[in-house]
């Protein structure tokens, strides 16, 4: 690189107390294209739930960066997943955002591909004359070349040199355990689709969720209106919180590695939950201590694109970076299989206050998002310090509340919600700085 060497853009001095991430690792284009490179297509990205694709046939379209994926599930049951594009002269297959087929037909030239990949039909092909070389060739659909699924939730790389998938999540596991176990019968997607763009970096999205410090300044108007339906103005029947409650909890959060990241909140008002009403039977399979936490407010960052929130409802939320200053995202809304009509619109008067692209938080955070990209233009800006909150608390290794749920994390923070620690942003830095040195070394990234 020609400004710093790339393990200097991650200023990260434990002894000291020093951890600061430059302005361009959010906007200099020769760093985001090494990012597409060493981090999304190494690493283990999300593409979908199982639940998306139940039946032959069913098909979704994904992104690892700027490579279009075809998630489908074969004749036999089985989830395949493959490069969306044509071995042909490599249109993308799939067009759509989901459907279901047993056939994909390429809308250029008519190759056809059943579910499992395999190429049904050339075109046309014996008036083709074709020399026997073609016929040497493959012509079926490219297999990813890793595909796992922990829980329902479908993961896949572009490179077959990543460790196994749970051992890639870690401990983020009991994370992934406490959203999924509060249904009895599975959970699954809210119908509706949401995606939209914003004009930044898709780093901004990642540090957001594990943020809570601009939750007072960035949402001030959002906490306005929780105000007045406490004191039972407005559509009291979304049944959110009363935040200056939720301002007197304790809070915490762990770093893990492979950067992962979470963050956690006590809950105030427990009753306001949606599991609420079937908590002594979540108690009662899951154990005392995991029905808390799953009432407990938590956002977890899977590293590189996917954040598990349930701070007001539970969500999946998915970026994908497109250019140094363009991110698209997507939300999909979870619920249990089942879930009573009552509680399902409760659920989603919630879900729409806050995740909305036309809610009353989300725009505030995209707002931020481009401000935040214009600002990285600035002269003489140079190492950012939205990083230090809370080092002085920082805990090696297991605190309390990670004894509770037996996981390891790598370091914790507990304290009060004034804290705002800003230590969980850590994590990924620490990652996005080892693989973007690995790649640039030609280092082996996964021992």
């Not at 060739?137 to 329902?152: F, K, Q, T, V």
């Not at 590695?257 to 009662?284: C, D, F, S, T, V």
């Not at 879900?351 to 600035?378: H, I, K, R, W």
């Given at each position: 690189m020609?400004?710093?060497d790339?393990?200097?853009?991650v200023d ?9 991430v430059h ?11 090494l990012e597409l ?10 593409l ?12 979704v379209?994904r992104w690892?960066?700027?490579t279009p994926i ?6 036999d ?17 799939a067009v759509a955002?989901k ?8 809308p250029?030239h ?12 050339v ?24 595909l796992?699924?922990?829980?329902g939730?479908i993961?896949?790389?572009?490179s077959?040199d990543?460790?196994?998938l749970?051992?890639?999540l ?10 999924m176990?509060?249904a009895?019968?599975?959970?699954e997607?809210?119908p509706?689709r ?12 990642m540090?957001n ?6 939750l007072?300044?960035?949402h ?7 105000e007045?339906r406490?004191?039972g ?5 979304a049944?959110?919180f ?6 007197e909890?304790?809070c915490?959060a762990?770093n ?17 939950r ?5 908590i002594?039977?979540i ?8 029905a ?5 407010a938590?956002?977890?960052l899977?590293?590189?694109?996917m954040?598990?929130?349930?701070a ?16 698209e995202m997507r ?11 009552e509680?399902?619109r409760w659920?989603?008067?919630?879900f ?9 938080a ?8 481009e ?5 990285y233009?600035?002269h ?11 080092i002085?608390?920082v805990?090696?290794?297991a605190d309390?509340a990670?004894?509770e749920?037996?996981i ?7 304290g009060g919600?004034d804290l705002?620690?800003e230590?969980?942003m850590h ?9 973007m040195c690995?790649?640039m ?6 021992s």
């Amino acid at each position: 690189m020609t400004m710093l060497d790339l393990g200097d853009y991650v200023d990260d001095r434990p002894r000291e107390g020093i951890f600061r991430v430059h302005r361009d690792v959010y906007s200099d284009p020769d760093l985001f294209e090494l990012e597409l490179k060493y981090i999304f297509e190494r690493s283990w990205c999300f593409l979908g739930l199982d639940v998306e694709i139940e039946q032959p046939g069913d098909y979704v379209t994904r992104w690892i960066a700027r490579t279009p994926i075809l998630l489908t599930r074969a004749s036999d049951g089985e989830v395949r997943a493959f490069i969306n594009v044509c071995p042909h002269k490599g249109a993308q297959l799939a067009v759509a955002h989901k459907g279901c087929t047993k056939y994909h037909v390429c809308p250029y030239h008519g190759w056809a591909f059943d579910a499992a990949g395999q190429c049904v039909d050339v075109k046309d092909k014996a008036a083709g004359a074709y020399p026997s070389a073609f016929d040497r060739e493959d012509h079926n659909l490219i297999a990813l070349p890793r595909l796992a699924s922990y829980r329902g939730l479908i993961f896949g790389s572009l490179s077959a040199d990543v460790p196994s998938l749970e051992a890639y999540l870690g401990d983020m596991r009991t994370f992934i355990d406490l959203a999924m176990d509060q249904a009895p019968d599975g959970m699954e997607i809210v119908p509706g689709r949401i995606a939209y763009t914003y004009r930044a970096n898709w780093k901004l999205q990642m540090d957001n969720a594990m943020d809570q410090y601009h939750l007072t300044s960035t949402h001030a108007s959002y906490m306005g209106v929780m105000e007045k339906r406490s004191r039972g103005q407005g559509n009291v029947g979304a049944q959110q919180f009363d935040w200056k409650k939720r301002l007197e909890q304790e809070c915490g959060a762990f770093n893990f590695a492979n950067g992962h990241a979470m963050i956690w909140l006590n809950q105030a008002e427990p009753q306001k939950r949606p599991i609420y009403p079937r908590i002594g039977e979540i108690e009662a399979v899951h154990g005392a201590v995991r029905a808390q936490w799953m009432l407990k407010a938590r956002n977890s960052l899977i590293f590189p694109n996917m954040q598990i929130a349930d701070a007001t409802t539970l969500n999946v939320r998915t970026f994908r970076p497109i250019a140094v200053d363009k991110t698209e995202m997507r939300v999909h809304c979870i619920a249990p299989k089942g879930e009573s009509p009552e509680v399902r619109r409760w659920r989603l008067r919630q879900f729409e206050d806050f995740f909305m692209p036309t809610g009353f938080a989300s725009p505030d955070d995209t707002v931020c998002f481009e401000s935040l990209q214009t600002g990285y233009n600035a002269h003489g800006l140079d190492y950012l310090q939205g990083y230090y909150r809370g080092i002085e608390t920082v805990v090696s290794g297991a605190d309390g509340a990670a004894r509770e749920l037996a996981i390891e994390p790598q370091f914790s923070v507990r304290g009060g919600f004034d804290l705002n620690m800003e230590t969980s942003m850590h994590a990924p830095y620490r990652q996005w700085r080892r693989l973007m040195c690995a790649g640039m070394n030609g280092e082996k990234v996964w021992s």
